[in-house]
């Protein structure tokens, strides 16, 4: 099986999220594809399969888990597909199936990297966090009940993988996950993750729920950040919001989107690439 290693969020290699890509033959199993996940060692490793029904069915894993959806390989997976099947064009679009689901992303090349816009749909806000649930979730993130911006409320968006949107408006640097409870606490608002985000300046970070892997960039939890702050009146629809993400890993990473006029959210991200090799089993 040949893959590639591909640099997302960034123009350049060697920034922005890591991620692998391997392509597919049809008869992988999920423990196989885990196990050459956990191998790689990225935040996340996907995995294309042969075009079919008008889609290339992809899947995405974390060094633990499957996920159903995640926003930085789905730019990666569609800049790859432009470089292998597309040369031809400097613009197109890839569809990629995840389960059910079609996500279409426009794909440019500019010669040198690759830029890609996601449709990521309509968001679904899951859950308004009661006041009174705040300390727990503060606690199990180092944060005190002081360090939440005002007029922020905590609540759990989607655009395919729900986030707990933790707005704060202390310095980042003092956030990590404490408790190793935090899957548990999150869960019975429907959350799969939390993401902190300082309301000043759209600083963001996330982490696996154990705490011992932190995202250098997120895709799927800016999707949910940029339709939170379109619904909470503290952006406009239509207009580019900027991200920033990965400064505390070492990976500095840009991060753009929108709400269109229907409510859609489009996430922006560039893509770079950096090494290809071969499966040797």
Same mark, same amino acid.
């Given at each position: 099986?040949?893959?590639?290693?591909?640099?997302?969020?960034?123009?350049?290699?060697?920034?922005?999220?890591?991620?692998?890509?391997?392509?597919?033959?049809?008869?992988?199993?999920?423990?196989?594809?885990?196990?050459?996940?956990?191998?790689?060692?990225?935040?996340?490793?996907?995995?294309?399969?042969?075009?079919?029904? /008008? @889609?290339?069915? =992809?899947?995405? +894993?974390?060094? *633990?888990?499957?996920?159903?959806?995640?926003?930085?390989?789905?730019?990666?997976?569609?800049?790859?597909?432009?470089?292998?099947?597309?040369?031809?064009?400097?613009?197109?679009?890839?569809?990629?199936?995840?389960?059910?689901?079609?996500?279409?992303?426009?794909?440019?090349?500019?010669?040198?990297?690759?830029?890609?816009?996601?449709?990521?749909?309509?968001?679904?806000?899951?859950?308004?966090?009661?006041?009174?649930?705040?300390?727990?979730?503060?606690?199990?993130?180092?944060?005190?009940?002081?360090?939440?911006?005002?007029?922020?409320?905590?609540?759990?968006?989607?655009?395919?993988?729900?986030?707990?949107?933790?707005?704060?408006?202390?310095?980042?640097?003092?956030?990590?996950?404490?408790?190793?409870?935090?899957?548990?606490?999150?869960?019975?608002? /429907? @959350?799969?993750? =939390?993401?902190? +985000?300082?309301? *000043?300046?759209?600083?963001?970070?996330?982490?696996?729920?154990?705490?011992?892997?932190?995202?250098?960039?997120?895709?799927?939890?800016?999707?949910?950040?940029?339709?939170?702050?379109?619904?909470?009146?503290?952006?406009?629809?239509?207009?580019?919001?900027?991200?920033?993400?990965?400064?505390?890993?070492?990976?500095?990473?840009?991060?753009?989107?929108?709400?269109?006029?229907?409510?859609?959210?489009?996430?922006?991200?560039?893509?770079?690439?950096?090494?290809?090799?071969?499966?040797?089993?």
């Amino acid at each position: 099986m040949q893959y590639y290693h591909l640099d997302v969020f960034s123009k350049t290699p060697l920034c922005g999220n890591g991620l692998t890509v391997v392509l597919a033959p049809s008869s992988l199993n999920e423990e196989f594809m885990l196990k050459i996940a956990q191998e790689f060692k990225q935040y996340e490793t996907a995995f294309i399969f042969a075009y079919e029904n /008008g @889609a290339y069915p =992809v899947r995405i +894993f974390t060094i *633990q888990e499957e996920l159903a959806f995640a926003g930085h390989p789905i730019l990666g997976m569609a800049a790859l597909l432009h470089h292998l099947h597309y040369t031809e064009q400097t613009t197109c679009t890839i569809p990629l199936r995840m389960g059910e689901r079609v996500v279409n992303v426009v794909s440019e090349d500019t010669g040198d990297h690759f830029i890609e816009v996601m449709d990521q749909g309509l968001p679904q806000f899951v859950a308004t966090l009661p006041p009174e649930q705040y300390k727990e979730v503060c606690t199990a993130m180092n944060l005190q009940i002081e360090d939440l911006s005002e007029g922020y409320p905590l609540q759990v968006v989607s655009t395919g993988l729900p986030y707990l949107l933790l707005p704060v408006t202390c310095d980042l640097s003092k956030v990590c996950v404490v408790s190793k409870e935090l899957g548990k606490l999150i869960a019975p608002f /429907g @959350a799969k993750f =939390v993401y902190v +985000f300082n309301t *000043q300046t759209l600083e963001c970070r996330t982490w696996d729920n154990s705490g011992l892997y932190e995202d250098s960039a997120t895709g799927s939890a800016a999707g949910p950040l940029i339709a939170y702050l379109v619904h909470q009146g503290k952006q406009r629809a239509g207009e580019i919001i900027s991200l920033k993400q990965g400064k505390f890993v070492g990976r500095p990473s840009h991060i753009q989107g929108r709400v269109d006029t229907q409510g859609h959210v489009w996430v922006y991200g560039e893509v770079a690439f950096f090494a290809s090799g071969e499966c040797m089993i």
